[in-house]
């Protein structure tokens, strides 16, 4: 009987593995930077009416895009750049966030606002 072994090979270079570490660690501390602030916002709401139930529908608003857009993101990357994607996700969240921080606005444009950031 006669063993084979074979040396692994790997088509990824170190330099797309840096490349790939780049993007995941700014992918993963904006999503950590999303979901602070979504949950700052919820507490502000809580902190300005005193109520829990308003405090519950923030983070459920906050929430439910991920919960409905998951299975369709994932096609969406395959089917465009996902750099573009990521970009264009990210700036429009930063934008809803300096809206937030600069507007003084009502309670409803708040969840709104949630909402939309984190789709």
Request: hydrophobic share 50%; glycine share 6%; proline share 4%.
């Amino acid at each position: 009987m006669t063993t084979i072994t074979t040396s692994p090979t790997s088509t990824e270079t170190p330099r797309d593995m840096k490349t790939f570490f780049t993007i995941w660690i700014g992918q993963l501390i904006s999503m950590l930077g999303s979901g602070l602030t979504q949950f700052a916002l919820a507490v502000w709401i809580y902190d300005q009416t005193r109520q829990a139930t308003p405090f519950a529908i923030a983070i459920l608003l906050g929430s439910l895009p991920r919960i409905f857009l998951l299975p369709f993101a994932g096609s969406v990357a395959d089917r465009y750049n996902r750099r573009i994607i990521m970009i264009l996700a990210d700036s429009l969240n930063a934008v809803l966030t300096l809206i937030i921080f600069y507007c003084s606005i009502q309670m409803a444009c708040n969840y709104g606002i949630s909402t939309l950031s984190l789709w």
